[in-house]
């Protein structure tokens, strides 16, 4: 049985006197939730973060990091200054970055690269835009996203990534893929991972992220193939991460 997970990217919100405030309460319920949890704060709050919720069992990831190790990268953060505050997870390749910076799937392997370098668990984010999904793409565009990590990683380093099928066309839009879309995604998914490893396959988390809201978030996670939600904007709001949370059984 796969343990269910959800994460909430905070993307660029947030100020110290708001973060405290949804820390404390993600604090206080933690324990309650059966799902696994999990904040991607802006990297000026990572600490913060961290320092809150040290005692919780949530985790914190990051929303990026560097696809070089350390030097002369002016603004860049690496994954080993992550894990050195404490740090577990990171987001690579997040669609927002894929579009608004243009990182493709050569400059991805190499973040997780050094995520997995650094002890980081990677969550790989991967979907299909409107116009792909329109022309019958979308398994086509995932499954192309997906086969450079399984051709430059091992099993052994697969073994800590998670995998966030996001639909671009469904993140911060408020439309999400039904169900039945999702799964079919999430499933063809795993068949591709299976291929590398049927065992691995079985156990790797896959997670929907698209607007996913507490009014959703029940019957998406109710699909055998997915493992809880990767969560932007409804994670800046506690009593909808914590509903969406409480929706993971
Ligand atoms: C995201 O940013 O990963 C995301 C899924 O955003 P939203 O939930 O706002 O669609």
Known sequence: MRQKRVAGNWKMNGDQAQNAALLHAIAEQAEKTTAALLVCPPFPYLLQAVAALQTTGVEIGAQDCSAYQEGAYTGEVSARMLADLGVQWVLIGHSERRHYHGEDNA???EKGRRAVEAGLKPILCVGETLAEREQGLTQQVVAAQIAPFLEHFTLQELASFCIAYEPVWAIGTGLTA??????????AIRAQLAEVD??????????YGGSVKADNAASLFSMPDIDGGLIGG???DAGQFLAIANAAE
């Open 107 to 109: 400059l991805l392997v």
């Open 178 to 187: 039904t169900p039945e879309e999702a799964q079919a995604v999430h499933a």
């Open 198 to 207: 049927a065992s691995w396959a079985e156990q790797v988390g896959v997670l």
């Open 234 to 236: 409804a994670s800046l």
